[in-house]
């Protein structure tokens, strides 16, 4: 736990949150060359988020202190989970603190709260994104199980440096369990961070907004705050998806010198990953609430695949 | 084996007390009476108790008379229960007769039967002679067949005659038996009183005839089984212990059928020393089984809270009978502790369903409600009685039931299945019908009355300290009958 | 006078084919005055058989015995039957639950069932009485029969008493009568039984005004359902 | 006296039994009764922790024999270290419990006496305690129906509804059958032990005596059975959603959070010490119960709208994952991994105590609403976050607890349970490997159905508009209550954050029925971090998660609010038609209709909209009533045939006595022929 490690874990929290609004511009230009529309550019969440920051924050008079509570959370456990999932390095000193299933219960914490926010009003909409967003989670949780436990199964553990550090010293050999894992993990991707088969980012509509619904009483620097995690809750599950699978690249030894290539590795996969997110968007519309559960059976049923193929190939 | 006293006395004390009730009638103090002359039977009982560990068993009236070691205890139960049943008698029959249910000559009558009735059950545990112990346990069916019927009431007189006609038909069997066992007895003791004597009996039981002592215990488990009330031979009894004032129904359901049950056991052990087999040991059994299952079972329709408990009575003494039935040191032991458990809770549960009734007027279970709030001690020791009566820990009854069953597993598993079944029946149909009863709010035709509770309370408290811890006396009692019963 | 050893057997298993002959007329007969007398003629016929094996097996006890069947079960009773019937104006014929052959096959098949029942008894008795055992259990399941096919309630406890006196006559042919002090407590009780049957006719007769035994079916649960 | 673990236990259970016996010689002044009674309870309660906890510490066995019992079969009782944790997990919620119904009590001192409510509790909790100390089969089965008989009082406290009544009969007729089961399984293990009649009936005896498998099978199957009854495991566990929500909330705190914990301990004492050698599918078809109760239990939970139903549901779901955690250890050390069967003991007994102390806070919370607004059902409230701010703080704790949500104790035993899960693969047997994954993934959509469920519970309780039609004066719970709630809230945080140390001290069982301990690895990272198997393998520190986010959360709001923003409070946006009234907003039904659309096959529904027509046009009906009826499954294909074959048979019983008297002679008639013909 040399002093460069503790370095190293600063720079990467500082990274996460300023990276992820750009992530999220990208993605969202992205999605605009391929709608032929006029991009607002890249750093256009930078200016949302400063403009938020600076607005007045109007409160409902029965919102209790879970309302105003609940964006700081969302950020902090945001934040925290960016210290822990490797993304420029593996030996972090925040690395043992928690293995894959606790970031997903870090996940589920802010899910929690916001939900609990979003029926804190006492509005319809609020009360209809918390109990849709409840039911897709529920349903996901057991899925992105199995894809990790296929994983772990490949790399004998549940901690992502150990994982990290399996697949980066092993040599590249393609394992069908592995695919399978990675094709359902992207599905749950998609439904945990309501990107569009599962819920539409983008609109306040009200029977097809499930993330929105919940924040729709929101405003100013909470508003700020929440939007920001959303941000970051995107970047990191992409990080995730890429340390657990692909993660070449990445800062092995504690040395400052390789982050820099360990940074423009991550730009690039990054911008594949955008891609990804984007033709996927582009190319389906927003399904009906209950064909998700569905969707989800599908992506269970590939990670079991993946398990399953595991124990009988090799 | 050495003369006693003490013997005579306690036998004489209820037959003169049933003359001194016969003038006293029904002047003002003929309860007090009627009290002191079962404390006075109970002291002598209680006497000879103390003189029977001082120095074993004793004979008496030229051996026509006997103590050991399985009636003392019956009898001292019997004469206590029969106390305690004279304090409660006192309050009730008082206000029977406020209600006017019973007039002057009845009530006269009561009393007098009511001693010959207790003259008639110790005169049976304490006699040698088989022929006596046939004729006391008819005069005991013969003074509480009236009992039944004192009310007048149509049911009353048809549940009377059905006790007398059922019962003398199986006293008349076990009269056959009786002549049966003297016959064989006979051959190996000689003529004359001296074959009829269960010491010389219990003596020479190895060299009596097998075939013929198989014959006579045929008719005698269907005569005395009769009066034990068991399946297929039961039917008087939820009638005869449910029609009769609740003093009587407390003393024919506590009492009388432990006396029934005592002469089989006897006659059981006679048989065991002869065949050698376990013959007469199957046959207790199966009557246990029948009578545990029927009456588990017809206890979940009964609409009459003395009817239900009357159904009680013939499972518990199924249970009984089936633990003697199994032998063995373990079941015999639970099956004299079921005795004493039962006629103790039995009675103490008899005795504040008779007061149930009496606040409500009725003894239909579906209008007795709310006794909790009404009238909480009734209320609470129903509940606990009931609750001793299903087979709940801390009481003495889930001991025996504990014990018997465990032996079940051991020596015949198969049997314990049904011992399953009656007893899980039994404990839903008694919580089930007394929940109501005990809670909600009190309906409003309720009348106070003053109840007799010093009697329930000490057999509940006797029946939950034996749950707990046998006193040494009694223990060693038992395991004496035991080794003569095994 | 002496009689040899055979003739008093013969004798005694006459008197036994009376009483049992007696115990088939009463299943068979319909008018309750007719039923009280075959009742009296079976007493006397067990009062002499039990004299006579009292004089032969010279049992002083026995004569006792003899003397109380004969006053209880010859006079007493059917005398307070007479005014039993007399005073309540019970209707003189008694109906049948079961037709009169079928029962005599029933009573012939209980005669044969007792012969069987008692084989062991017999080859072990050495005393000269021990065949009329046979007929002593076959008149105790007789006088069971007699009350199930009975409807009137005079006529089930007359019955009974043919059931008590065959059991006094297994006693005697079985082992010479029991010892006294039992005889007499036996007695005592028929006698209480009686007195206390007839207390019950009396009630009977009032809360029913009929001693028709199927009136009092009232206390049943068959029919009470869920 | 000396001060050895055994003689505190004993006493404190004597001190309860003389609370329970002096409590109604105080009748008269209400107040002195309830105070004298809770604290002396919660003083035994607290003596029963330290001995228990001494116990363990010391992992010292020490046995005594009362003077009570049968002659030959005093009781035996003995206190190692399974005894003395499942002491202090008694003791803990106990001593929580009581000094909450001081408060709790009062409320309903003022129109029902309270004396029989006080001598039950106190007897209930002797009872437990006896049944954690008793070591013959005598003495366990008289604690086991003292417990099962206060309890049943206590359920009929407020007897005036018949549906308590029901409740209570049920409760009691289930835990009969069971203790009648497990009375079978002891005396089929008393049979195979050497020595006099009453000899085998002690614990030791059983355990020496060498059981041939067959009859070893039937002995665990009848006593897991009468385990699984009072348990409330799926098949039987009808009884405890309808128990529990009709006995007073003190009381149900107790029976969800410290009575279930009898039968594992049950379970754990005739498995793994009595019997403690067996095949490997005892083990799986423990698991399978296990997993079945869990889904079953969350999803039945999801679909009430009873505060406390919903959290009976939930004991039946977390009693699912004790069994799994304790299954996966039996499967695990029938195949000779010792290591892994100590984790998934250690991943057992850990949710054991997890259980006990949030669902206890869960109940104490409902009970204080219940106090507070007379309200069970959760569609008539709502906004009670601003009355009762405390009892609102407390229940989001046991809510995020019983969530499994990180920095909390829910979270610890669900993440041990999932590392037993993952460990599977060592085992030999090929097909276990395949299923016990999938085991796993019901874990999870448990755990996550749980987190729904908490979200409606609290949401719909706590957070939005009042939703009932008059508007009582809600207040905040007084003092005692709220310390009751406050102890287990910081109970739950401290366990959930300091794992390492707990797992020490619990791991002397796991040393004693499966031969290893995870304890050495698990603290081998630092008393901070837990590490199950192995640092590489997993790791989780719950007070770095902690203190993390409350650091960052505390760093945002001090640099946001650098300059004073200004905070204005205004009316909700109501798109501009009439005002927002409390109707408008989402109930527990409509939060689960999502998920009951989904699970929907699983339970018998009947649902139904009826419109009242207006006089105009049938579009606009003057009152729409919107019926739903979710039923439990197993009621049609258990209990009712059992029921009505019961009463069936009973009128055949009835048909014996026809009332004519010929019958009866008839019947002695055959009785006597047939006896002479057949058995000559």
Same mark, same amino acid.
């Given at each position: 736990?040399?002093?460069?490690?503790?370095?190293?874990?600063?720079?990467?929290?500082?990274?996460?949150?300023?990276?992820?609004?750009?992530?999220?511009?990208?993605?969202?230009?992205?999605?605009?060359?391929?709608?032929?529309?006029?991009?607002?550019?890249?750093?256009?969440?930078?200016?949302?988020?400063?403009?938020?920051?600076?607005?007045?924050?109007?409160?409902?008079?029965?919102?209790?202190?879970?309302?105003?509570?609940?964006?700081?959370?969302?950020?902090?456990?945001?934040?925290?989970?960016?210290?822990?999932?490797?993304?420029?390095?593996?030996?972090?000193?925040?690395?043992?603190?928690?293995?894959?299933?606790?970031?997903?219960?870090?996940?589920?914490?802010?899910?929690?709260?916001?939900?609990?926010?979003?029926?804190?009003?006492?509005?319809?909409?609020?009360?209809?994104?918390?109990?849709?967003?409840?039911?897709?989670?529920?349903?996901?949780?057991?899925?992105?199980?199995?894809?990790?436990?296929?994983?772990?199964?490949?790399?004998?553990?549940?901690?992502?440096?150990?994982?990290?550090?399996?697949?980066?010293?092993?040599?590249?050999? !393609?394992?069908?369990?592995?695919?399978?894992?990675?094709?359902?993990?992207?599905?749950?991707?998609?439904?945990?961070?309501?990107?569009?088969?599962?819920?539409?980012?983008?609109?306040?509509?009200?029977?097809?907004?499930?993330?929105?619904?919940?924040?729709?009483?929101?405003?100013?620097?909470?508003?700020?705050?929440?939007?920001?995690?959303?941000?970051?809750?995107?970047?990191?599950?992409?990080?995730?998806?890429?340390?657990?699978?692909?993660?070449?690249?990445?800062?092995?030894?504690?040395?400052?010198?390789?982050?820099?290539?360990?940074?423009?590795?991550?730009?690039?996969?990054?911008?594949?990953?955008?891609?990804?997110?984007?033709?996927?968007?582009?190319?389906?519309?927003?399904?009906?609430?209950?064909?998700?559960?569905?969707?989800?059976?599908?992506?269970?049923?590939?990670?079991?695949?993946?398990?399953? %193929?595991?124990?009988?190939?090799? | 084996?050495?003369?006693?006293?003490?013997?005579?006395?306690?036998?004489?004390?209820?037959?003169?007390?049933?003359?001194?009730?016969?003038?006293?009638?029904?002047?003002?103090?003929?309860?007090?009476?009627?009290?002191?002359?079962?404390?006075?039977?109970? *002291?002598?009982?209680?006497?000879?108790?103390?003189?029977?560990?001082?120095?074993?068993?004793?004979?008496?009236?030229?051996?026509?008379?006997?103590?050991?070691?399985?009636?003392?205890?019956?009898?001292?139960?019997?004469?206590?229960?029969?106390?305690?049943?004279?304090?409660?008698?006192?309050?009730?029959?008082? +206000?029977?007769?406020?209600?006017?249910?019973?007039?002057?000559?009845?009530?006269?009558?009561?009393?007098?039967?009511?001693?010959?009735?207790?003259?008639?059950?110790?005169?049976?545990?304490?006699?040698?002679?088989?022929?006596?112990?046939?004729?006391?346990?008819?005069? $005991?069916?013969?003074?509480?067949?009236?009992?039944?019927?004192?009310?007048?009431?149509?049911?009353?007189?048809?549940?009377?005659?059905?006790?007398?006609?059922?019962?003398?038909?199986?006293?008349?069997?076990?009269?056959?038996?009786?002549?049966?066992?003297?016959?064989?007895?006979?051959?190996?003791?000689?003529?004359?009183?001296?074959?009829?004597?269960?010491?010389?009996?219990?003596?020479?039981?190895?060299?009596?005839?097998?075939?013929?002592?198989?014959?006579?215990?045929?008719?005698?488990?269907?005569?005395?089984?009769?009066?034990?009330?068991?399946?297929?031979?039961?039917?008087?009894?939820?009638?005869?212990? %449910?029609?009769?004032?609740?003093?009587?129904?407390?003393?024919?359901?506590?009492?009388?059928?432990?006396?029934?049950?005592?002469?089989?056991?006897?006659?059981?052990?006679?048989?065991?020393?002869?065949?050698?087999?376990?013959?007469?040991?199957?046959?207790?059994?199966?009557?246990?089984?029948?009578?545990?299952?029927?009456?588990?079972?017809?206890?979940?329709?009964?609409?009459?809270?003395?009817?239900?408990?009357?159904?009680?009575?013939?499972?518990?003494?199924?249970?009984?009978?089936?633990?003697?039935?199994?032998?063995?040191?373990?079941?015999?032991?639970?099956?004299?502790?079921?005795?004493?458990?039962?006629?103790?809770?039995?009675?103490?549960?008899?005795?504040?369903?008779?007061?149930?009734?009496?606040?409500?007027?009725?003894?239909?279970?579906?209008?007795?409600?709310?006794?909790?709030?009404?009238?909480?001690?009734?209320?609470? %020791?129903?509940?606990?009685?009931?609750?001793?009566?299903?087979?709940?820990?801390?009481?003495?009854?889930?001991?025996?039931?504990?014990?018997?069953?465990?032996?079940?597993?051991?020596?015949?598993?198969?049997?314990?299945?049904?011992?399953?079944?009656?007893?899980?029946?039994?404990?839903?149909?008694?919580?089930?019908?007394?929940?109501?009863?005990?809670?909600?709010?009190?309906?409003?035709?309720?009348?106070?009355?003053?109840?007799?509770?010093?009697?329930?309370?000490?057999?509940?408290?006797?029946?939950?300290?034996?749950?707990?811890?046998?006193?040494?006396?009694?223990?060693?009692?038992?395991?004496?009958?035991?080794?003569?019963?095994? | 006078?002496?009689?040899?050893?055979?003739?008093?057997?013969?004798?005694?298993?006459?008197?036994?084919?009376?009483?049992?002959?007696?115990?088939? *007329?009463?299943?068979?007969?319909?008018?309750?005055?007719?039923?009280?007398?075959?009742?009296?003629?079976?007493?006397?016929?067990?009062?002499?058989?039990?004299?006579?094996?009292?004089?032969?097996?010279?049992?002083?006890?026995?004569?006792?015995?003899?003397?109380?069947?004969?006053?209880?079960?010859?006079?007493?009773?059917?005398?307070?039957?007479?005014?039993?019937?007399?005073?309540?104006?019970? +209707?003189?014929?008694?109906?049948?639950?079961?037709?009169?052959?079928?029962?005599?096959?029933?009573?012939? *098949?209980?005669?044969?069932?007792?012969?069987?029942?008692?084989?062991?008894?017999?080859?072990?008795?050495?005393?000269?009485?021990?065949?009329?055992?046979?007929?002593? !259990?076959?008149?105790?399941?007789?006088?069971?029969?007699?009350?199930?096919?009975?409807?009137?309630?005079?006529?089930?406890?007359?019955?009974?008493?043919?059931?008590?006196?065959?059991?006094?006559?297994?006693?005697?042919?079985?082992?010479?009568?029991?010892?006294?002090?039992?005889?007499?407590?036996?007695?005592?009780?028929?006698?209480?039984?009686?007195?206390?049957?007839?207390?019950?006719?009396?009630?009977?007769?009032?809360?029913?005004?009929?001693?028709?035994?199927?009136?009092?079916?009232?206390?049943?649960?068959?029919?009470?359902?869920? | 006296?000396?001060?050895?673990?055994?003689?505190?236990?004993?006493?404190?259970?004597?001190?309860?039994?003389?609370?329970?016996?002096?409590?109604?010689?105080?009748?008269?002044?209400?107040?002195?009764?309830?105070?004298?009674?809770?604290?002396?309870?919660?003083?035994?309660?607290?003596?029963?922790?330290?001995?228990?906890?001494?116990?363990?510490?010391?992992?010292?066995?020490?046995?005594?024999?009362?003077?009570?019992?049968?002659?030959?079969?005093?009781?035996?009782?003995?206190?190692?270290?399974?005894?003395?944790?499942?002491?202090?997990?008694?003791?803990? !919620?106990?001593?929580?419990?009581?000094?909450?119904?001081?408060?709790?009590?009062?409320?309903?001192?003022?129109?029902?006496?309270?004396?029989?409510?006080?001598?039950?509790?106190?007897?209930?909790?002797?009872?437990?305690?006896?049944?954690?100390?008793?070591?013959?089969?005598?003495?366990?089965?008289?604690?086991?129906?003292?417990?099962?008989?206060?309890?049943?009082?206590?359920?009929?406290?407020?007897?005036?509804?018949?549906?308590?009544?029901?409740?209570?009969?049920?409760?009691?007729?289930?835990?009969?059958?069971?203790?009648?089961?497990?009375?079978?399984?002891?005396?089929?293990?008393?049979?195979?032990? %050497?020595?006099?009649?009453?000899?085998?009936?002690?614990?030791?005896?059983?355990?020496?005596?060498?059981?041939?498998?067959?009859?070893?099978?039937?002995?665990?199957?009848?006593?897991?059975?009468?385990?699984?009854?009072?348990?409330?495991?799926?098949?039987?566990?009808?009884?405890?959603?309808? $128990?529990?929500?009709?006995?007073?909330?003190?009381?149900?705190?107790?029976?969800?959070?410290?009575?279930?914990?009898?039968?594992?301990?049950?379970?754990?004492?005739?498995?793994?010490?009595?019997?403690?050698?067996?095949?490997?599918?005892?083990?799986?078809?423990?698991?399978?119960?296990?997993?079945?109760?869990?889904?079953?239990?969350?999803?039945?939970?999801?679909?009430?709208?009873?505060?406390?139903?919903?959290?009976?549901?939930?004991?039946?779901?977390?009693?699912?994952?004790?069994?799994?955690?304790?299954?996966?250890?039996?499967?695990?050390?029938?195949?000779?991994?010792?290591?892994?069967?100590?984790?998934?003991?250690?991943?057992?007994?850990?949710?054991?105590?997890?259980?006990?102390?949030?669902?206890?806070?869960?109940?104490?919370?409902?009970?204080?609403?219940?106090?507070?607004?007379?309200?069970?059902?959760?569609?008539?409230?709502?906004?009670?976050?601003?009355?009762?701010?405390?009892? *609102?703080?407390?229940?989001?704790?046991?809510?995020?607890?019983?969530?499994?949500?990180?920095?909390?104790?829910?979270?610890?035993?669900?993440?041990?349970?999932?590392?037993?899960?993952?460990?599977?693969?060592?085992?030999?047997?090929?097909?276990?490997?395949?299923?016990?994954?999938?085991?796993?993934?019901?874990?999870?959509?448990?755990?996550?159905?749980?987190?729904?469920?908490?979200?409606?519970?609290?949401?719909?309780?706590?957070?939005?508009?009042?939703?009932?039609?008059?508007?009582?004066?809600?207040?905040?719970?007084?003092?005692?209550?709220?310390?009751?709630?406050?102890?287990?809230?910081?109970?739950?945080?401290?366990?959930?954050?300091?794992?390492?140390?707990?797992?020490?001290?619990?791991?002397?069982?796991?040393?004693?029925?499966?031969?290893?301990?995870?304890?050495?690895?698990?603290?081998?990272?630092?008393?901070?971090?837990?590490?199950?198997?192995?640092?590489?393998?997993?790791?989780?520190?719950?007070?770095?998660?902690?203190?993390?986010?409350?650091?960052?959360?505390?760093? $945002?709001?001090?640099?946001?609010?650098?300059?004073?923003?200004?905070?204005?409070?205004?009316?909700?946006?109501?798109?501009?038609?009439?005002?927002?009234?409390?109707?408008?907003?989402?109930?527990?039904?409509?939060?689960?209709?999502?998920?009951?659309?989904?699970?929907?096959?699983?339970?018998?529904?009947?649902?139904?909209?009826?419109?009242?027509?207006?006089?105009?046009?049938?579009?606009?009906?003057?009152?729409?009533?919107?019926?739903?009826?979710?039923?439990?499954?197993?009621?049609?294909?258990?209990?009712?045939?059992?029921?009505?074959?019961?009463?069936?048979?009973?009128?055949?019983?009835?048909?014996?006595?026809?009332? +004519?008297?010929?019958?009866?002679?008839?019947?002695?008639?055959?009785?006597?022929?047939?006896?002479?013909?057949?058995? +000559?």
């Amino acid at each position: 736990m040399s002093m460069d490690s503790f370095i190293i874990e600063a720079l990467q929290v500082l990274l996460v949150i300023g990276l992820a609004p750009a992530f999220a511009g990208w993605v969202r230009t992205l999605k605009c060359w391929f709608q032929g529309r006029s991009t607002p550019g890249l750093f256009q969440p930078y200016r949302d988020l400063f403009k938020l920051f600076s607005k007045e924050v109007v409160l409902a008079y029965n919102a209790s202190w879970i309302f105003r509570f609940t964006p700081y959370l969302l950020f902090g456990t945001a934040v925290l989970a960016g210290g822990i999932i490797p993304i420029l390095s593996i030996d972090l000193p925040l690395a043992a603190t928690a293995d894959v299933i606790v970031l997903i219960s870090l996940f589920a914490i802010a899910r929690f709260f916001l939900a609990l926010s979003g029926m804190d009003i006492g509005t319809a909409f609020g009360g209809m994104g918390s109990s849709r967003e409840m039911m897709i989670a529920s349903l996901a949780e057991p899925a992105m199980l199995m894809a990790i436990f296929t994983v772990s199964l490949v790399n004998k553990s549940t901690s992502l440096a150990e994982i990290v550090q399996v697949i980066y010293s092993g040599q590249l050999i !393609l394992r069908p369990s592995i695919t399978f894992a990675l094709i359902a993990f992207i599905l749950i991707i998609l439904a945990e961070t309501g990107r569009i088969p599962v819920d539409n980012p983008a609109t306040h509509l009200e029977l097809t907004m499930i993330h929105e619904a919940m924040i729709l009483e929101y405003s100013g620097r909470h508003l700020a705050l929440i939007e920001w995690t959303s941000m970051m809750k995107l970047y990191l599950f992409v990080c995730l998806c890429i340390a657990a699978f692909a993660p070449w690249g990445i800062a092995v030894k504690g040395s400052l010198a390789a982050l820099p290539a360990a940074f423009g590795f991550m730009v690039a996969k990054l911008g594949v990953a955008g891609l990804i997110i984007v033709l996927i968007e582009t190319g389906l519309a927003k399904m009906r609430l209950f064909r998700v559960p569905e969707y989800l059976g599908v992506a269970f049923l590939l990670a079991t695949l993946g398990m399953l %193929s595991f124990f009988i190939l090799d | 084996m050495n003369n006693s006293e003490t013997l005579l006395l306690f036998l004489v004390i209820p037959f003169i007390s049933a003359a001194i009730l016969a003038v006293v009638g029904d002047r003002k103090l003929a309860p007090e009476v009627n009290i002191a002359c079962s404390t006075a039977t109970f *002291a002598a009982s209680v006497a000879l108790a103390v003189e029977y560990c001082l120095n074993g068993p004793m004979l008496a009236g030229g051996n026509l008379f006997f103590v050991d070691a399985l009636n003392i205890f019956l009898a001292v139960l019997t004469s206590f229960v029969s106390m305690t049943t004279a304090v409660f008698s006192r309050r009730y029959m008082r +206000r029977e007769r406020e209600h006017g249910r019973v007039d002057h000559v009845a009530m006269r009558y009561y009393h007098v039967m009511f001693q010959m009735f207790i003259f008639s059950m110790i005169l049976s545990l304490m006699s040698n002679n088989i022929g006596l112990l046939w004729i006391a346990t008819e005069l $005991a069916t013969l003074t509480t067949v009236l009992l039944v019927s004192l009310y007048r009431t149509p049911t009353a007189i048809e549940a009377a005659w059905k006790y007398f006609i059922l019962c003398g038909v199986g006293i008349a069997l076990a009269l056959f038996g009786t002549v049966l066992v003297y016959f064989a007895a006979e051959k190996v003791l000689g003529e004359g009183g001296e074959a009829m004597l269960w010491t010389n009996l219990n003596m020479v039981g190895g060299q009596l005839e097998p075939t013929i002592l198989s014959l006579a215990f045929v008719f005698m488990m269907v005569g005395y089984g009769a009066k034990v009330g068991l399946v297929p031979l039961h039917n008087w009894l939820p009638d005869a212990h %449910s029609e009769g004032p609740t003093p009587i129904s407390a003393l024919l359901s506590g009492l009388l059928l432990n006396i029934a049950l005592y002469s089989i056991i006897r006659c059981k052990a006679l048989v065991d020393a002869s065949t050698k087999t376990s013959y007469a040991g199957d046959m207790m059994m199966a009557f246990g089984i029948i009578s545990v299952l029927v009456a588990g079972f017809s206890i979940l329709r009964q609409k009459d809270i003395k009817r239900m408990f009357a159904y009680s009575s013939i499972e518990h003494m199924g249970i009984a009978t089936f633990a003697f039935g199994l032998g063995g040191t373990l079941a015999t032991f639970a099956g004299l502790l079921h005795l004493l458990m039962h006629s103790l809770t039995k009675s103490a549960v008899f005795f504040t369903a008779g007061h149930a009734a009496q606040i409500n007027g009725t003894q239909e279970m579906d209008k007795i409600k709310g006794l909790f709030k009404s009238n909480p001690l009734v209320g609470w %020791s129903l509940m606990f009685g009931v609750m001793a009566l299903a087979g709940m820990p801390p009481f003495g009854i889930f001991t025996s039931e504990f014990m018997i069953l465990t032996a079940t597993i051991q020596q015949a598993p198969i049997w314990s299945l049904f011992l399953l079944i009656g007893l899980g029946v039994a404990f839903a149909g008694l919580i089930r019908v007394v929940q109501p009863m005990v809670s909600g709010e009190a309906p409003d035709y309720q009348e106070p009355i003053k109840a007799a509770h010093l009697p329930v309370i000490i057999h509940l408290a006797i029946v939950l300290i034996m749950g707990l811890y046998i006193p040494g006396f009694l223990n060693q009692w038992f395991n004496t009958a035991v080794e003569m019963l095994k | 006078m002496e009689i040899t050893l055979e003739t008093a057997s013969q004798v005694i298993d006459f008197l036994a084919a009376l009483v049992l002959i007696t115990s088939f *007329a009463m299943l068979a007969q319909r008018r309750i005055y007719g039923l009280i007398h075959l009742f009296a003629w079976q007493g006397l016929f067990l009062a002499i058989n039990t004299a006579f094996v009292g004089y032969m097996a010279d049992k002083s006890h026995l004569f006792i015995s003899a003397g109380l069947t004969l006053g209880l079960k010859v006079f007493l009773l059917p005398y307070i039957f007479y005014i039993l019937v007399h005073r309540l104006n019970i +209707r003189k014929e008694v109906e049948n639950m079961v037709n009169i052959p079928t029962l005599m096959f029933i009573g012939i *098949a209980l005669v044969i069932l007792s012969y069987y029942v008692t084989a062991p008894v017999r080859e072990l008795s050495t005393l000269m009485t021990r065949s009329t055992l046979t007929f002593a !259990l076959a008149t105790v399941m007789m006088g069971l029969l007699m009350m199930i096919t009975r409807r009137n309630a005079v006529t089930q406890v007359i019955g009974f008493l043919a059931m008590e006196n065959s059991l006094f006559f297994a006693a005697t042919s079985a082992t010479y009568g029991m010892p006294l002090v039992v005889e007499l407590g036996v007695a005592l009780d028929i006698l209480i039984a009686a007195f206390i049957f007839g207390i019950f006719f009396f009630h009977i007769n009032t809360t029913f005004d009929s001693l028709d035994v199927d009136r009092m079916a009232k206390l049943k649960e068959d029919e009470m359902d869920e | 006296m000396n001060y050895d673990p055994i003689t505190i236990a004993l006493s404190s259970v004597v001190l309860l039994l003389g609370t329970a016996l002096i409590a109604p010689l105080f009748r008269r002044s209400r107040n002195t009764l309830i105070n004298i009674s809770f604290i002396l309870a919660s003083i035994a309660s607290f003596c029963v922790v330290a001995a228990g906890y001494y116990a363990v510490e010391t992992a010292v066995v020490s046995t005594a024999t009362l003077p009570i019992g049968l002659p030959g079969l005093p009781f035996h009782i003995r206190l190692d270290a399974l005894a003395g944790f499942f002491l202090v997990v008694v003791g803990l !919620l106990s001593f929580f419990v009581s000094i909450y119904s001081i408060g709790y009590v009062k409320g309903y001192a003022g129109h029902r006496s309270v004396t029989s409510l006080v001598v039950f509790y106190c007897l209930f909790i002797a009872g437990m305690l006896m049944v954690v100390l008793a070591d013959d089969a005598f003495c366990f089965l008289v604690a086991w129906e003292l417990m099962a008989a206060a309890s049943y009082f206590l359920v009929m406290f407020e007897n005036e509804r018949a549906e308590n009544r029901k409740a209570a009969l049920l409760y009691l007729v289930v835990a009969h059958v069971g203790a009648i089961a497990i009375l079978f399984a002891f005396g089929i293990l008393a049979g195979f032990s %050497s020595g006099d009649v009453f000899s085998g009936y002690t614990f030791d005896a059983m355990r020496k005596a060498e059981i041939p498998v067959y009859w070893a099978t039937a002995a665990f199957f009848l006593s897991f059975l009468g385990f699984c009854a009072k348990a409330g495991v799926i098949p039987l566990h009808v009884w405890l959603p309808e $128990a529990h929500p009709a006995a007073p909330s003190n009381v149900s705190a107790l029976m969800s959070g410290v009575m279930l914990k009898t039968a594992i301990y049950g379970i754990i004492r005739v498995t793994f010490d009595i019997i403690h050698v067996f095949p490997w599918w005892w083990g799986s078809i423990v698991l399978t119960l296990g997993l079945i109760s869990m889904v079953m239990g969350v999803l039945y939970a999801l679909m009430q709208h009873d505060l406390k139903k919903l959290l009976a549901y939930h004991s039946v779901e977390n009693i699912g994952i004790i069994l799994v955690g304790i299954g996966l250890s039996m499967i695990f050390i029938s195949f000779k991994l010792p290591l892994l069967a100590a984790l998934g003991l250690i991943a057992g007994l850990y949710h054991t105590i997890n259980h006990a102390v949030f669902k206890g806070l869960l109940f104490m919370g409902a009970g204080a609403v219940l106090h507070a607004t007379g309200e069970r059902n959760m569609e008539e409230m709502g906004g009670l976050i601003h009355k009762m701010p405390w009892t *609102a703080a407390m229940f989001l704790v046991a809510c995020l607890s019983i969530s499994a949500l990180p920095p909390f104790n829910g979270f610890v035993s669900e993440w041990l349970t999932f590392q037993a899960f993952l460990l599977s693969p060592a085992l030999p047997n090929r097909i276990l490997i395949l299923l016990i994954p999938l085991g796993a993934a019901l874990l999870a959509l448990s755990g996550a159905l749980a987190a729904a469920c908490f979200v409606k519970a609290f949401g719909v309780t706590f957070l939005g508009h009042w939703r009932g039609h008059h508007r009582p004066h809600v207040h905040e719970v007084d003092w005692t209550m709220r310390a009751g709630m406050v102890m287990a809230g910081v109970t739950c945080l401290l366990l959930g954050i300091l794992p390492t140390i707990f797992i020490d001290w619990v791991d002397v069982i796991a040393e004693q029925f499966v031969g290893s301990t995870i304890s050495l690895s698990a603290s081998q990272y630092g008393w901070m971090w837990l590490t199950p198997v192995s640092y590489e393998r997993a790791s989780y520190s719950g007070i770095i998660v902690f203190i993390g986010i409350l650091v960052v959360v505390a760093a $945002a709001y001090a640099l946001l609010h650098v300059k004073p923003g200004m905070i204005r409070r205004s009316h909700i946006w109501d798109c501009g038609f009439q005002k927002i009234n409390s109707r408008m907003q989402y109930n527990a039904t409509s939060f689960a209709q999502p998920i009951r659309r989904i699970f929907g096959f699983l339970f018998r529904i009947r649902e139904s909209v009826e419109q009242a027509p207006h006089a105009g046009h049938k579009a606009f009906p003057k009152k729409i009533t919107y019926y739903l009826s979710v039923k439990d499954r197993i009621w049609k294909w258990l209990y009712k045939p059992i029921v009505d074959s019961s009463f069936w048979l009973s009128r055949q019983a009835g048909r014996l006595q026809q009332g +004519r008297i010929q019958t009866y002679l008839l019947y002695s008639f055959i009785t006597i022929l047939a006896l002479l013909v057949f058995l +000559r």
